[in-house]
């Protein structure tokens, strides 16, 4: 199936572990995104790639490191997790631009449900 | 910055039509996005406005006013399935980004 999938899908671990979310797509985009949905439900951008290189950087804490291996994959690495990570992460991608019919829409992936106890 | 304010939540009938706002400021706009969300679920692309006026696609059309700063998603025939939360979203400036608003919760009853 073409799609953006993430893993692991649910992910519980204790304050001060590092952990990682691997993300990867296959809908031929360019650009790749991190998304956090706090437990209000509001959903803010992180971080952006494009070919490999970071776009967009939001304010977000250093211990939070996206890696981009190719344009088809970008991995979330979180180090020294604190109770305030515990959210839900989605990946995404879209075309950067060239696609005005569809705005470069952007899709999500199924998202990672992050508990930091 | 961007402000984005819709609705926290509405109620509607199954069968009728809701209609759902989304305001914003922003400078440097370049497009208007509607996803859905239902709950434990990714959010999937709705409708796409970058211009004023309607676009409709099946049971579901989005409006767009730049000039007010003002955009609204119509469902019609409204199914139980429709019980979501509607994300609107504002692209502005460069690297496609796009800011959400906080969703408005659609519960749709019998």
């Known amino acids: 199936d073409t799609a953006v999938s993430q893993t692991p899908k649910y992910l519980v671990t204790q304050m001060g572990n590092d952990k990682s979310i691997k993300c990867e797509q296959n809908?031929?985009?360019?650009?790749m995104y991190w998304y956090k949905q706090d437990s209000k439900k509001f959903l803010k951008i992180m971080f952006s790639?494009?070919?490999?290189?970071?776009?967009i950087n939001e304010t977000v804490p250093n211990r939070f490191s996206p890696k981009s291996p190719d344009k088809a994959h970008l991995n979330l690495h979180i180090n020294s997790l604190e109770l305030g990570d515990s959210a839900v992460y989605f990946c995404?991608?879209?075309?950067?631009?060239?696609?005005?019919?569809?705005?470069?829409?952007?899709?999500f992936g199924e998202g990672s449900w992050l508990t930091v106890v | 910055g961007q402000n984005i304010d819709q609705p926290t939540e509405m109620t509607a009938t199954e069968g009728a039509i809701v209609q759902i706002n989304c305001t914003y400021q922003?400078?440097?706009?370049?497009?208007l996005f509607w996803y859905q969300q239902h709950a434990g679920e990714a959010p999937t692309f709705l409708s796409y406005?970058?211009?004023?006026g309607l676009e409709e696609k099946g049971r579901f059309s989005s409006f767009l006013s730049r000039s007010k700063g003002y955009s609204y998603l119509l469902l019609k025939e409204l199914q139980m399935k429709d019980s979501a939360s509607y994300l609107c979203?504002?692209?502005?400036?460069?690297?496609?980004?796009?800011?959400f608003g906080t969703g408005t919760q659609l519960k749709v009853e019998l």
């Open positions: 979203a504002v692209r502005a400036g460069g690297g496609n980004k796009l800011t």
């Open positions: 995404a991608s879209s075309h950067l631009s060239g696609d005005p019919r569809s705005g470069n829409t952007i899709y």
């Open positions: 809908l031929g985009h360019d650009t």
């Open positions: 922003t400078s440097g706009f370049n497009g």
């Open positions: 406005n970058v211009l004023d």
């Open positions: 790639y494009n070919n490999k290189e970071l776009i």
